[in-house]
């Protein structure tokens, strides 16, 4: 069965800065897809990058970047020039071929003034 | 490790019949939620469950939608009569509290499909 793993269950980063979060998974599939949620304190779901398994380019949205080591099964995110805004919970999620979607327990980023 | 199963996986049925989600959210977890993905768009918030009463819900969860908590452990979302429009990725969460620190953690998922 597929895993995700997100080990950090919080994070400070001070605004301006450039924070990580690590997420690793483990599957037995070749073809997925991977995303970064951000859940604000909305409750909204919101989807912050994805990753398509068989790209070998990481993908980038504006700030948000990924780092996707497909050999080692990790999966982080990067967030460069943190803003308040983006205090939230994120989530690494998994979706293979039964396009079940499994999420990590999430990581609370907190942004520092 | 205690975690959120959601049966079946795939639903797939005729527009205006009704369906029946289900969830078993972890045990000690006291606040229930429902979200859904429609392909290719967003996480979008349904509807909170507490203390056997919905506390939260969005504009999506219109007459259509009710949600209950039969017993003790299922908590189920039902859609009285299906649209095509309600063919998405149905996700239950459950948390302990209702605090914006608190996680939720969600289930794999239900894919509904309605033709």
Same mark, same amino acid.
């Given at each position: 069965?597929?895993?995700?793993?997100?080990?950090?269950?919080?994070?400070?980063?001070q605004e301006a800065e450039t924070v990580t979060l690590s997420c690793t998974y483990d599957t037995s599939e070749s073809?997925?897809?991977? &995303?970064?949620? /951000?859940?604000?304190? *909305?409750?909204?779901?919101?989807?912050?990058?994805?990753?398509? $398994? %068989?790209?070998?380019?990481?993908?980038?949205?504006?700030?948000?970047?990924?780092?996707?080591?497909?050999?080692?099964?990790? &999966?982080?995110? /990067?967030?460069?020039? *943190?803003?308040?805004?983006?205090?939230?919970?994120?989530?690494? $999620? %998994?979706?293979?071929r039964d396009d079940k979607i499994i999420f990590g327990k999430g990581t609370r980023l907190h942004i520092l003034p | 490790e205690?975690?959120?199963?959601?049966?079946?996986?795939?639903?797939?049925?005729?527009?205006?019949?009704?369906?029946?989600?289900?969830?078993?959210?972890?045990?000690?977890?006291?606040?229930?939620?429902?979200?859904?993905?429609?392909?290719?768009?967003?996480?979008?918030?349904?509807?909170?469950?507490?203390?056997?009463?919905?506390?939260?819900?969005?504009?999506?969860?219109?007459?259509?939608?009710?949600?209950?908590?039969?017993?003790?452990?299922?908590?189920?979302?039902?859609?009285?009569?299906?649209?095509?429009?309600?063919?998405?990725?149905?996700?239950?969460?459950?948390?302990?509290?209702?605090?914006?620190?608190?996680?939720?953690?969600?289930?794999?998922?239900?894919?509904?499909?309605?033709?």
């Open positions: 069965a597929q895993t995700v793993t997100q080990s950090q269950p919080e994070m400070s980063v073809d997925y897809y991977l &995303f970064w949620y /951000k859940q604000p304190p *909305s409750r909204q779901m919101i989807l912050v990058i994805r990753q398509e $398994a %068989y790209k070998q380019q990481n993908a980038t949205e504006n700030r948000f970047s990924v780092n996707f080591q497909k050999a080692a099964k990790s &999966f982080s995110l /990067k967030i460069s020039d *943190s803003q308040l805004g983006d205090a939230a919970m994120y989530f690494c $999620a %998994y979706r293979g | 205690p975690e959120v199963t959601q049966t079946p996986s795939h639903q797939v049925t005729q527009m205006g019949q009704e369906v029946i989600l289900r969830c078993v959210p972890i045990s000690n977890h006291l606040y229930f939620y429902w979200y859904r993905q429609i392909l290719g768009q967003k996480v979008e918030f349904l509807v909170s469950f507490y203390n056997n009463e919905i506390s939260e819900k969005s504009e999506i969860f219109d007459d259509q939608f009710s949600v209950e908590r039969p017993d003790g452990s299922n908590f189920t979302l039902k859609i009285r009569s299906t649209k095509l429009e309600d063919s998405a990725m149905y996700f239950c969460a459950s948390s302990r509290a209702d605090r914006p620190n608190e996680k939720l953690f969600f289930g794999s998922g239900t894919q509904l499909s309605v033709l």
